[in-house]
């Protein structure tokens, strides 16, 4: 089992910056991708970001493209998402996803272990 607890959330006006971690227990954690979605009021959860074993396994949404960077410390158990410029439309709930294959995929099936989630609000 793995244990994911995401933090970092806030509000925050728009243009304006956070980043969010994502801390990881249990079993070994470097062999697999890491990945965050959000889930906007109303709206189905998306895929934002993943991250491969390799940190050369890289993809993004298109909507956060050059605003938005995944990192990941295999040392520290953790994941990062440094979220810039952010606009209202990025407010939503935000979770932290783990998969035991080294591949980042885009598909929320494909993760094995969630987070609770970190509330993300940017105000205009």
């Known amino acids: 089992q793995v244990q994911l607890v995401e933090s970092g959330g806030g509000l925050v006006q728009a243009g304006g910056s956070l980043r969010l971690s994502c801390a990881a227990s249990?079993?070994?954690?470097?062999?697999?991708?890491m990945a965050w979605f959000r889930q906007a009021p109303g709206k189905e959860r998306e895929f934002v970001a993943g991250?491969?074993?390799?940190?050369?396994?890289?993809y993004y949404a298109d909507s956060v493209k050059g605003r938005f960077t995944i990192s990941r410390d295999n040392a520290k158990n953790t994941v990062y998402l440094q979220m810039n410029s952010l606009l209202p439309e990025d407010t939503a709930v935000y979770y932290c996803?783990?998969?035991?294959?080294?591949?980042?995929?885009?598909?929320?099936?494909?993760?094995?272990?969630w987070g609770q989630g970190t509330q993300v609000t940017v105000s205009s």
């Open positions: 991250i491969g074993w390799s940190s050369g396994n890289i």
């Open positions: 996803a783990a998969r035991r294959y080294i591949v980042v995929v885009t598909t929320q099936s494909a993760y094995d272990y």
């Open positions: 249990g079993r070994t954690f470097s062999n697999g991708a």
